[in-house]
């Protein structure tokens, strides 16, 4: 299982903070995406964004990051703190 | 603590953490304290308030991330890094960057380079609310990220 989180204006845009994927049998972050928009088939557009970004297990990630069950994934739009 | 982070709802004291930087060994010959505050915007435009949202623990690991970072890159004694997160006013305190060395190149720097990096880097997300005239309504919003931004963090 990957706990998968949604944070700012992205967590709005979806209505949802958080999800549960289950039966993952991919390996990176652009094949949770796969897996999460046929779940979700009205999230592609919003995945396919530029600036979005990714942390895996709360560091910075890319979309060709290794993933694997037990691990933490966000997504989220560029920082605006300071 | 050599390196503080914080992230809290509650404000900060100056003072108190000017004093926490200072070494009590003497050998401190430069502070550095950094506080950035909530800007109003230009009349007749009036900000309301501001939302914070922020990761829990990735944020505070993105912090101490850049205290490690900053100590590598330069010659520090102690560094604090304090941001708030929750509903904030106009000129509320919003973050702290403090860095004490026994030269002041160093905490000049190290404090600018923290700061950069925390603005393009650490998970932190700010909602306006604001009235666009006196008249009119409030209207919240997602702040956008800077180009400008992006481009002072690039330089360290």
């Known amino acids: 299982m990957i706990k998968v989180c949604f944070f700012a204006e992205l967590r709005e845009r979806l209505g949802c903070a958080e999800l549960f994927v289950q039966d993952f049998s991919g390996e990176n ?8 928009v046929k779940q979700h088939p009205h999230w592609e557009k919003i995945f396919l964004e530029k600036k979005l970004l990714i942390a895996v297990n ?25 | ?23 009590t060994n003497s050998t401190c010959g430069a ?33 101490g991330k850049l205290s490690m970072q900053a100590n590598a890159r330069w010659a520090l004694q102690r560094t604090t890094i304090i ?16 860095v004490s060395s026994a030269h002041r190149t160093d905490a000049f720097e190290a404090a600018q380079f923290i700061m950069d990096k925390l603005k393009t880097s650490a998970p932190f997300w700010k909602k306006e ?10 209207e919240s919003y997602w ?14």
Request: glycine fraction near 4%; hydrophobic fraction near 40%.
């Open chain 2, 83 to 98: 941001h708030r997160t929750g509903k904030l006013l106009p000129s509320d305190q919003i973050v702290l960057v403090g």
């Open chain 2, 143 to 156: 702040v956008s990220d800077k180009d400008s931004d992006e481009q002072l963090a690039q330089r360290w």
């Open chain 1, 29 to 36: 972050i652009n094949q949770l995406k796969t897996f999460i």
């Open chain 2, 129 to 138: 609310t604001l009235m666009p005239n006196p008249d009119s309504k409030p």
């Open chain 2, 1 to 23: 603590m050599r390196n503080l982070v914080r992230v809290q709802t509650d404000d900060f004291d100056l003072n108190k953490e000017y004093n926490r930087l200072i070494t």
């Open chain 2, 31 to 63: 502070v550095v304290l950094f506080s950035g505050l909530v800007r109003d915007f230009i009349p007749p435009q009036q900000l309301v308030s501001l939302e914070l949202e922020h990761y829990p623990l990735m944020t505070e690991t993105m912090l």
């Open chain 1, 58 to 82: 709360h560091a910075m990630a890319s979309n060709d990051t290794a993933i694997a069950a037990g691990d933490e994934v966000a997504f989220f739009p560029p920082v605006t703190g300071g």
